[in-house]
């Protein structure tokens, strides 16, 4: 279906806010994926908060001309669909996730950080833990120190609480 001209400057403008909020952008082929298949990627991209797009390759190009997506423009070709994120690894997750379920969607390539990645890259940065997941690690280091000191401070206590009964008890007698 052709798209007009102002429905194509539409498009871009769209494509144009996404990329200026993002972080991420992953790039992946999806020839021969089925109607279904597709629309799970889609409500599962879609819980996550990764815009997933399937655009012409030149609206593309120019909507993310002048950004940090740039880098790989020379990239965009054939049948892509585009992941956008603002959470810097969103993006990557649910197309890499995706892509070990279904064979038929390729990753192509990605941008973090206004750094051109090619498919390893974007699994790497798909294998990163979630923000929630990095801050729950932290706050368990940071709690093991403390946690580590109330054990033995306790410990402490319940010795000399036991060092204290017996020569109480040991005078009672007598």
Sequence with gaps: MSLNRSEKEAVVLDVTGLAAKAQTLVMAEYRGITVADMTKLRSEARSKGVALSVLKNTLARRAVAGSAFEVVSDQMTGPLIYGFSEDAVAAAKVVADFAKTNDKLVIRAGVYGGKAL????????????????????LCGL?????????????????????????????????
Excluded: N, Y
């Design 142 to 174: 940071l709690m093991s120190p403390i946690s580590r000191t109330a054990v033995v401070l306790g410990a402490l206590a319940a010795k000399k609480g036991e060092g204290a009964a017996e020569p109480a008890a040991e005078a009672a007698a007598a």
């Design 118 to 137: 090619d498919a390893d890259g974007v699994k790497q940065l798909a294998s990163i833990p979630t923000k929630e997941v990095l801050l729950a690690q």
